[in-house]
């Protein structure tokens, strides 16, 4: 009898101790700027929205930025979803036409494929705000 209540107090204590290492859920709102850290570039300030083994999820905020002189290109496929603004993705490729998106447009960039994305009009005055998630490969 004292084993099982050993065993009960060891099985429970295990839980808890699970269930205190998830994370909560967490509703982050991106066209507040809110993530988990965030970081600026000349090229836009990026939120980290999630970060774990195997995806990461960012907001990427353009404005007045600066277009990059160079080519993204990822090994693995990431998605980009417009939810403010319009973006420019040019391609480096002339197998795949320049295309603007707007707001709910969501481009499916194939692993490899040189792109750069940029706000658009340049001159607009309210940012172009996009979330991609993509594979880390870790």
Do not use: H
Request: proline fraction near 4%; include cysteine.
């Amino acid at each position: 009898r004292g084993r099982n209540a050993n065993t009960r107090l060891v099985v429970s204590d295990l839980m808890a101790s699970d269930e205190r290492e998830k994370d909560p859920p967490r509703v982050l709102n991106v066209l507040r700027g809110e993530a988990m850290e965030t970081r600026s570039t000349a090229f836009g300030e990026v939120g980290t929205l999630f970060s774990g083994p195997e995806i990461e999820c960012v907001w990427v905020r353009k404005l007045d930025e600066q277009v990059d002189p160079d080519w993204f290109e990822s090994d693995q496929v990431d998605l980009m979803l417009v939810i403010q603004g319009g973006l420019k993705v040019e391609f480096e490729s002339e197998t795949y036409a320049d295309t603007l998106l707007q707001v709910g447009d969501l481009l499916v960039l194939p692993a490899g494929v040189r792109c750069r994305a940029y706000r658009w009009p340049r001159d607009a005055q309210n940012a172009s705000i996009f979330v991609a998630a993509y594979s880390t490969g870790r």
